[in-house]
Nanobody, 123 residues
Framework: QVQLVESGGGLVQAGGSTRLSCAASGRTASNYDMGWFRQAPGQEREVVASISWSGAATYVSDPVKGRFTISRNNARNTAFLQMNSLKAEDTAVYYC????????????????WGQGTQVTVSS
């Protein structure tokens, strides 16, 4: 089982940038897809972006498309979420998640979660 620890975030001004990191330990991260989710107060958790185990395939949700970029460095067992042109509505707790790579899993469910990191965008 892989463990995930997020870092980065904090308080950012609207229009600014920040980068979140997700360090994976315990198992080889390259065997896992990685994803970023967020949950704002009173709202359901939503997917922000995901990246396949090899990095060849990425997905970015419509609300953040063109502003956020997901990447990974398998040699460092780390995934990143670069967040640019931040808006007040991006304020949320951001979670890193992992699931076994497509050739290793029987379900597409995201089964491994980090503890979350707060991103607050001030307007």
């Amino acid at each position: 089982q892989v463990q995930l620890v997020e870092s980065g975030g904090g308080l950012v001004q609207a229009g600014g940038s920040t980068r979140l990191s997700c360090a994976a330990s315990g198992r080889t991260a390259s065997n896992y897809d990685m994803g970023w989710f967020r949950q704002a107060p009173g709202q359901e958790r939503e997917v922000v972006a995901s990246i396949s185990w090899s990095g060849a395939a990425t997905y970015v949700s419509d609300p953040v498309k063109g502003r956020f970029t997901i990447s990974r460095n398998n040699a460092r067992n780390t995934a990143f979420l670069q967040m640019n042109s931040l808006k007040a509505e991006d304020t949320a707790v951001y979670y890193c998640a992992a699931r076994p790579a497509v050739h290793l899993r029987t379900s597409a469910e995201w089964t491994i979660w980090g503890q979350g990191t707060q991103v607050t965008v001030s307007s």
